[in-house]
């Protein structure tokens, strides 16, 4: 039996209830918030701060500018579930390798493609 080409199989996304991930680039997700309007003053003046960073998983906090409150926090990718005393990784650190492996790339080309596409 032929295997189908990437174009003509069913859209992934359409289907799958998991993570799913796209490239962005930091300041147009920061530009999204420019014009995000805070709930106590009115105003546009929401930043987002970008913190901590585990491979291609980081940590994203919302900010008022003017009252400084943190409007939110989260990671840009979920933690897989503990298995082990181990610390629990980051799905897209572990989705990444996994294809990087299937490529016969291995560790240091994921290092690679980050350093060049990502600048990590």
Same mark, same amino acid.
């Given at each position: ?41 009115? /105003?546009?003046? $929401?930043?987002?701060?970008? +913190? &901590? ?10 900010? @008022? ?32 390798? /996994?294809?990087? $492996?299937?490529?016969?790339? +291995? &560790? ?10 990502? @600048?990590?």
């Amino acid at each position: 039996m032929q295997e189908k080409s990437v174009l003509e199989q069913e859209n992934v996304a359409d289907t799958y209830d998991g993570p799913s991930y796209i490239i962005v680039d930091k300041n147009v997700l920061c530009d999204i918030f420019k014009n995000t309007l805070c709930g106590i003053y009115n /105003q546009s003046n $929401l930043k987002l701060e970008f +913190g &901590h960073k585990y491979g291609f998983s980081h940590q994203l906090k919302l900010v @008022c500018k003017t009252c400084s409150e943190q409007k939110m926090e989260c990671f840009t990718s979920p933690r897989l579930e503990k298995k082990s005393n181990t610390s629990t990784p980051f799905d897209v650190n572990v989705r990444a390798v /996994q294809a990087f $492996l299937a490529i016969s790339g +291995g &560790h240091a080309s994921v290092e690679n493609f980050a350093y060049f596409s990502i @600048c990590l």
